[in-house]
């Protein structure tokens, strides 16, 4: 079946200006979360949803970035007033969340970058 | 804070050869471990993982070595193969939320 998919696959952006970041999990997984990669380092937990609701935003590093999940399904990642520092690969997971299974699968990511 | 501790930072290994990769972590909470691998340009692909309860774990030329009182984990893949060559990260979760914590990373590079 389809894996996880984002859009777009890379963003260049000038500093200040707004992004979105689209995710499509896999179907019928309840969980999904965000990430973010920065160069040669570890992806770091942004926020997480179960179903339609944020259950865990304490990744989001300040109120420049808002993520939504109106439907259950597709996320958006929002950054606001975008810094330099910003620049990184966006991963998205989805797992089956409460309804069984803790494995996390990854899309491509969306490589971000501020200039 | 780094709660998960990885290393090396990068490891060159023969083909045919074994690599090994080690991971320690600090929050005595965690109770799922699993092992990415990642391909330039491609996001974290799942591997491998266990829990606490078992002490290793084999899924063909991959296992997982867990040490519950150390609080360590390894990764060993057995007969490398230059197909391997990409960056493996540790990982580490709990409770109901499950993110994830992951290492720094490994770059695996196996010669032919």
């Known amino acids: 079946g389809a894996g996880v998919s984002q859009t777009p696959s890379n963003k260049v952006t000038e500093k200040g200006k707004y992004v979105e970041l689209r995710c499509d999990p896999i179907s019928g997984h309840t969980a999904l979360y965000w990430y973010r990669q920065s160069l040669g380092q570890g992806p770091e937990f942004l926020i997480y949803f179960q179903g339609t609701g944020a259950a865990d935003d304490s990744g989001l590093p300040n109120d420049r970035f808002f993520a939504v999940r109106p439907e259950g399904s597709v996320s958006t990642l929002k950054i606001q007033r975008t810094e330099r520092g910003d620049s990184a690969v966006y991963l998205c997971a989805s797992s089956l969340g409460l309804a069984g299974g803790v494995e996390q699968f990854f899309g491509p990511g969306t490589r971000l970058t501020v200039l | 804070q780094q709660q998960v501790k990885q290393s090396p930072q990068s490891l060159i290994v023969q083909k045919g050869g074994i690599s090994i990769i080690n991971c320690a972590y600090e929050?005595?909470?965690?109770?799922?471990f699993p092992w990415y691998q990642q391909f330039p340009g491609k996001g974290p692909a799942l591997l491998i993982a266990?829990?606490?309860?078992?002490s290793e774990k084999k899924e063909g030329r991959f296992t997982i070595s867990f040490n519950k009182s150390a609080k360590q984990f390894s990764l060993h893949i057995m007969d490398s193969q230059p197909g391997d060559s990409a960056t493996y990260f540790c990982a580490a979760s709990s409770g109901s939320a499950r993110q994830l914590t992951f290492g720094s990373g490994t770059q695996l590079t196996v010669l032919p």
């Open positions: 266990i829990r606490p309860d078992v």
């Open positions: 929050n005595t909470a965690f109770d799922y």
